[in-house]
């Protein structure tokens, strides 16, 4: 008789396959005499294979089942409703907005919602409401760009009417693009819950830190706190008695001081160079909360491998990028106040590409022409950047 005695005191087994097949064999062996032969060639053989390998998919289904409750396992659903359990939710994706936009054209035009203007690199954007241009043959309008994701468009960027449609002539934006975002992922989601886990108090530090990194655009944050009665330095930050000091990385400056108002003890001061004024809900009083925002250290990264089949020129960059983007289980840099460091960064391409050989990385901070294998610092109120066409590749 098969036994399916997966689960044990310490959680669900997974059985070797050679176990699980060497019990298949014993109970065909039970059943047709001991001298059938097994052997994988035969008829009988390639059945006993098949039955293990459906019991071997049984296990291992079991064993990934049962991990669902286990936070740093689960994904899907099961990690959204662990999630919920202190607060949280999976950030949805969201597209970009250009606020504001300058049609012009011929008085008079109608220019109905979802009329497509591009940028310059090709990227879509949509009209959200429909706009009549004026006596002057402009008009102002919001356009929302038609794939989710960080679309990024500068000033001036959306310059072209893709639409066919009469007497719209012209488009531009005075201002930036709010960037999307994607679908926040597991990985990522993971590594915010355990940021989030004192969402649901106030007062003590984890629970102001839960709060920022709840607001949809955060990413990241440095927080310190200075109970002394005395002003100090605290990791090179000037802080006042009795204070706190956060630098965020994200998030509107409306709503960082109000997730740092509505969690800070209750007569604590502040620290920052961004100063908003915050409403008490109680009597309307307005109260000055500051921060910082990180100072960005434009980063160059040069990877040398050895030679290799794969296409590591358009690879190693993506790769990481990965990494970068904290798409990839694991440590993060990247972040306010975080180090970099070269060796995890090899260590991140070897994570997702186990078969390139990376000899060396270095960084060099833009504009510096000095290169280093080093980690590089990162103060508490500074964030390293990078982007793709940053990162160098040379085989040797």
């Not at 065909?28 to 059945?47: E, I, N, S, Y």
């Not at 180090?339 to 833009?366: C, G, H, M, W, Y």
Request: proline content about 4%; hydrophobic content about 40%; overall charge negative.
């Amino acid at each position: 008789m098969a036994d399916y005695s997966f689960i044990a005191n310490r959680g669900v087994i997974v059985v070797d396959t050679a176990t699980t097949r060497a019990q298949v064999e014993a109970e065909f062996r039970a059943v047709f005499g001991d001298d059938m032969p097994t052997d994988p060639a035969t008829p009988q053989g390639m059945l006993i294979t098949r039955i293990t390998e459906e019991r071997d998919a049984i296990a291992r289904n079991n064993a990934e089942l049962a991990n669902q409750i286990n936070p740093n396992l689960a994904g899907g659903v099961f990690l959204d409703s662990l999630v919920a359990l202190t607060g949280g939710q999976r950030r949805s994706s969201v597209r970009s907005l250009i606020v504001g936009a300058i049609l012009g054209g011929i008085p008079g035009t109608n220019v109905p919602a979802g009329s497509i203007a591009e940028t310059e690199q090709g990227e879509q954007f949509e009209l959200v409401t429909t706009v009549v241009l004026d006596s002057s043959g402009s008009a102002s309008g919001n356009l929302r760009a038609l794939q989710d994701g960080e679309i990024v468009v500068p000033p001036g960027g959306l310059n072209t009417v893709a639409s066919s449609v009469l007497g719209w002539e012209t488009i531009t934006n005075p201002v930036a693009a709010i960037p999307g975002q994607v679908e926040e992922n597991d990985v990522l989601l993971r590594r915010r819950r355990a940021q989030t886990l004192a969402l649901q108090t106030t007062s003590i530090n984890e629970a102001i830190v839960s709060r920022l990194y709840s607001i949809e655009a955060v990413r990241s944050c440095y927080y310190l706190e200075n109970y002394a009665d005395v002003d100090q330095v605290i990791d090179g930050i000037p802080m006042r008695k009795h204070s706190i000091w956060a630098c965020v990385e994200g998030g509107t400056d409306p709503e960082v001081a109000r997730a740092l108002f509505e969690t800070k003890t209750v007569g604590g001061g502040y620290n920052g160079a961004v100063a908003v004024n915050v409403a008490d809900p109680v009597n309307g009083r307005l109260y000055e909360v500051k921060f910082d925002r990180p100072d960005e250290i434009a980063l160059l990264i040069r990877v040398t491998v050895r030679d290799s089949q794969l296409d590591v020129q358009q690879l190693i960059p993506d790769l990481v990028m990965n990494y970068v983007n904290g798409d990839i289980e694991g440590d993060v840099s990247f972040v306010v106040g975080s180090d970099v460091s070269t060796f995890e960064i090899a260590s991140a391409i070897n994570q997702q590409e186990p078969t390139v050989f990376v000899r060396k990385v270095e960084l060099s901070v833009v504009g510096s022409g000095v290169w280093s294998a080093d980690a590089m610092d990162i103060a508490p109120n500074e964030i390293a950047r990078t982007q793709r066409s940053s990162v160098q590749v040379v085989i040797a």
